[in-house]
């Protein structure tokens, strides 16, 4: 009898066992990524491009053998994706915000540290692009792309001699063929930057001159913009408009006839980085980690850089002779001016975070400026 029931536990013990190594070594499992990022951030397969989603997807299966899909969504601002992560109604695993969200987000204990041992790709981003405010011990980020504002002209309706920093903005000639941000950061920006002010302080009485620049802006503007300015500048229903460098390259590719988009940097102006990160509400640490890395290798990373015309942090890209070539030397000179120098540039001018109280100050200047 005792034998006999031995016996039965140790086949009952056998049967357990296969069931869990069964359950492990399991190809049908499929893993879900969710992935948060901004609309047309992404090499999507459109126009013959990489579709770098699914190749991960591919790349996954055929590399760890399990299925994984990646449930990709988008967010109009940082600040959409900030009010949606912090009423904790949802979960993603992968993040891609501006750099003074970050900073924000980090301040607030919403990101997770990486652990980059699951990112060996991430010795290709340039050292000027590491150490920097809003992760200074890069612990919690993976630069993506990055930027600075400049202004976009029709050269067709604005005399090259009135072209230079700022001031074209605010020039009466063009009254009515201006277009300005339709967001308080950036707006305020233009004229703390015209005015050579500290975009980063916390005094109010400096703000008051912004708000009083873009008051005697008001009468030449236009429109308040954002992704309106498209359509806006390639028609040449406006003349004049501020706006991130890599999507001047996309307005002028679908420039009507008669137009002549040109471009240039106010010597003073905004410096920006995008990053990969990983909020605390991630499910998939790992997966998500393994996607980050894979968006750093060559392919998927020079994919998604010729799709959306920002620059690359990813050495694999900007030192790729095909790259270089397939942009031309003047989409190069535009996107990639002193990538050597950019900490030196971004620590100098770059829009950081402020405080929730200056913060609040703004949004009511600004209020004040598109109601009065």
């Known amino acids: 009898m005792k034998k006999k029931l031995l016996a039965l536990l140790a086949a009952a013990a056998m049967l357990l066992s296969l069931a869990v190594l069964t359950g492990c070594g399991s190809s049908n499992e499929t893993l879900t990524l969710n992935v948060y990022n901004w609309g047309e951030y992404i090499s999507d397969g459109s126009e013959g491009s990489l579709d770098t989603v699914k190749a991960f997807e591919e790349y996954y299966q055929k590399e760890f053998g399990k299925k994984v899909r990646v449930n990709y969504t988008t967010y109009a601002s940082n600040e959409d994706m900030y009010a949606k992560l912090s009423s904790g109604a949802v979960s993603y695993d992968v993040i891609i915000p501006s750099d003074y ?17 699951n990112i060996p790709n991430y010795q290709y981003i340039n ?3 590491r150490n920097l405010y809003y992760d200074p011990d890069n612990q919690y980020t993976v630069p993506y792309t990055y930027g600075i504002v400049g202004v976009i002209y029709n050269a067709a309706a604005v005399d090259e001699a009135d072209v230079g920093d700022w001031d074209l903005m605010w020039n009466s000639k063009y009254a009515g063929q201006i277009l300005q941000f339709n967001n308080s950061r950036d707006a305020f920006g233009t004229a703390m930057y015209k005015l050579d002010l500290d975009v980063n302080t916390t005094d109010h009485a400096v703000w008051d001159q912004a708000l009083a620049e873009l008051q005697t802006q008001k009468p030449l503007v236009q429109s308040y913009v954002m992704d309106e300015i498209y359509n806006m500048m390639e028609s040449g229903e406006a003349a004049v408009g501020a706006y991130y460098a890599g999507d001047y390259f996309t307005m002028l590719d679908a420039e009507a006839d008669g137009v002549d988009l040109c471009f240039y940097y106010p010597e003073r102006t905004n410096y920006y980085v995008d990053a990969m990160c990983i909020p605390n509400c991630c499910q998939q640490k790992d997966l998500a980690e393994c996607f980050i890395n894979f968006m750093l290798s060559a392919e998927p990373a020079i994919a998604n850089a010729e799709y959306t015309y920002y620059a690359s942090p990813n050495s694999l890209v900007y030192e ?3 790259y270089q070539e397939d942009l031309g030397e003047e989409t190069m000179a535009i996107l990639y001016p002193g990538i050597e120098n ?8 770059a829009y950081q975070n402020l405080d929730n109280e200056t913060l609040s100050y703004i949004t009511t200047l600004w209020e004040t400026l598109k109601i009065g």
């Open 127 to 129: 050292e000027s692009f």
């Open 101 to 117: 969200m970050i900073a924000r987000m980090r301040d607030e204990n919403m990101l997770l540290p990486l652990n980059f041992d």
């Open 320 to 322: 790729d002779a095909g």
């Open 342 to 349: 950019f900490s030196e540039l971004y620590n100098t001018y």
